[in-house]
């Protein structure tokens, strides 16, 4: 499986935590999700750690939310142009650019105690969340939040941060 190139821009400074190596943390999250859901091209998509104006100004501006969140993702290609990636996977050099991701670690930890399951699962839960987003998976259909939030569970179950029964295939109901 080829790898997911990640680039990061920390308005926060959520990065600086020298008792963690969060890049790496996340690069293994990812990888476990890309391979869960089977994309075997290597992917490349930014992820932006804001504050909380910045994302409740995101979230106004692009889905009419007037609050902050947790994140916000931004597909490349969303299945609507019809494109068909199929004759561009076949290349060794292809790199699909699957988008971005914009995480408030401040309302990631508010949630971690509203919800109780500690930062590490909530910011779990909201990374492979963001990322099935960027690779087309939705929730808004039951059919399909069963199958996004499945994925979601075993990815994180897999990295030993396993979600209640009752989100595995329903989420929180944010």
Request: proline residues 4%; glycine residues 8%; aromatic residues 10%.
């Amino acid at each position: 499986m080829e790898p997911i190139e990640l680039t990061f821009n920390d308005e926060v400074g959520f990065l600086d935590d020298k008792d963690r190596d969060w890049k790496n943390w996340i690069m293994k999250l990812l990888l476990l999700a890309k391979k869960e859901i089977g994309k075997e091209n290597a992917q490349e998509m930014s992820i932006n750690f804001v504050d909380q104006a910045k994302s409740h100004e995101i979230n106004l501006k692009y889905r009419d939310k007037d609050r902050p969140t947790d994140v916000i993702s931004f597909a490349i290609e969303d299945g609507e142009d019809g494109l068909d990636l199929s004759s561009f996977v076949q290349d060794p050099d292809f790199q699909e650019d699957i988008g971005d991701l914009f995480m408030c670690p401040e309302v990631i930890t508010r949630h971690s105690k509203e919800y109780k399951t500690g930062f590490d699962r909530e910011f779990g839960y909201t990374i492979v969340h963001g990322y099935l987003h960027l690779n087309g998976y939705d929730h808004i259909k039951p059919d399909e939040a069963k199958e996004m939030f499945g994925i979601q569970g075993k990815v994180l179950e897999d990295y030993g941060l396993p979600l209640y029964p009752d989100q595995l295939d329903v989420g929180r109901g944010k």
